[in-house]
């Protein structure tokens, strides 16, 4: 069965310092694709970040970026001058592309940041 | 506005009351499915649907049915909800899915169930 594993709860950062948030995944497929989502306290999920997995490049969406590692299974979430807004519970996803696991979405548990000013 | 909208956003109801939850979407998206949300456990997929008339099962089906009659509606019915069905549930859908479309969530719906 495919898993998404976050390894940490909860995170903290200062404002205007840069934090990484964990996530290691694990599937057989070869070909697959990883997100992600933002959830602040409104609970709206509000996409960060993608990656599809036959890339090698680094996904970067202004100052969030991703550290991919395919052969290790990681993908990891690295945001750079940290703002108030960011605080927020953030999930990691990957999905699958074709067969039997196409429509499966997998999460992890969630990595809870608070930035402090 | 591009939006997937879910009805109610709060909702109570006693065990062994049936009870829907609206699921649309104005995107023309293929692929719709359904989340609940549980602290310390992330968001667990219930059901998903790549297609009009093709549903299929996620994580977590038991207790819960969908339909797919229309492209643009995904409902979830808990047939005769018991309190282990307190949660938090999302709908979410994407242009197609097995392909780097994203996907839209809607704002959500917490359910208790007493």
């Known amino acids: 069965a495919q898993t998404v594993t976050q390894s940490q709860p909860e995170m903290s950062v200062q404002e205007a310092e840069t934090v990484t948030l964990s996530c290691t995944y694990d599937t057989s497929e070869s070909d697959y694709y990883l997100f992600w989502y933002k959830q602040p306290p409104s609970r709206q999920m509000i996409l960060v970040i993608r990656q599809e997995a036959y890339k090698q490049q680094n996904a970067t969406e202004n100052r969030f970026s991703v550290n991919f590692q395919k052969a290790a299974k990681s993908f990891s979430l690295k945001i750079s001058d940290s703002q108030l807004g960011d605080a927020a519970m953030y999930f990691c996803m990957q999905t699958g592309t074709y067969g039997g696991s196409q429509g499966n979405l997998i999460f992890g548990k969630g990595t809870k940041l608070s930035v402090k000013p | 506005e591009a939006q997937v909208t879910q009805n109610p956003r709060y909702l109570i109801t006693v065990t062994g009351k049936k009870l829907t939850v609206t699921c649309s979407q104005n995107m023309n998206h293929e692929y719709m499915s359904w989340y609940r949300q549980d602290p310390g456990l992330g968001l667990r997929q219930i059901y998903y649907s790549m297609n009009v008339e093709v549903t299929d099962k996620g994580d977590v089906p038991e207790g819960y049915k969908v339909s797919r009659k229309e492209k643009r509606n995904f409902p979830l019915i808990l047939e005769s909800p018991s309190p282990n069905q307190t949660s938090l549930y999302f709908c979410?859908?994407?242009?197609?899915?097995?392909?780097?479309?994203?996907?839209?969530f809607g704002s959500g719906t917490r359910l208790t169930v007493v």
């Open positions: 979410a859908s994407s242009f197609r899915q097995g392909q780097n479309y994203g996907y839209t």
